[in-house]
Nanobody, 113 residues
């Protein structure tokens, strides 16, 4: 079992920055991949960025603006979001794959124009 708790969401103006964090607990040594997803109102949940021991991947719409990182010592996942746009507004979810799939409760990010 793995538990995930997100923090760092909020309201920001277009062009601003936010840093999301996801604290993992439980059997964190079993995690092989972590990721951030987001879901905007009326839209399907989409993968934003993922990270493994060897690679990071981003959806095209955030490349060059978002950076995913993982602090293994602190069991924390981060998403640095710069140059935010109104279309980035969504609930952001932390995800971990560790034999099974685990999700956090989500954190709201709102970008005003």
């Amino acid at each position: 079992q793995v538990q995930l708790v997100e923090s760092g969401g909020g309201l920001v103006q277009a062009g601003g920055s936010l840093r999301l964090s996801c604290a993992a607990s439980g059997r964190t040594f079993t995690i092989v991949q972590m990721a951030w997803y987001r879901q905007a109102p009326g839209k399907e949940r989409e993968l934003v960025a993922s990270i493994t021991n060897s690679a990071t991947n981003y959806v095209d719409s955030v490349k060059g603006r978002f950076t995913i990182s993982r602090d293994y010592a602190a069991d924390t996942l981060h998403l640095q979001m710069d140059s935010l746009k109104p279309e980035d507004t969504a609930v952001y979810y932390c995800y971990a794959f560790a034999i099974g799939a685990y999700w956090g409760q989500g954190t709201q990010v709102t970008v005003s124009s």
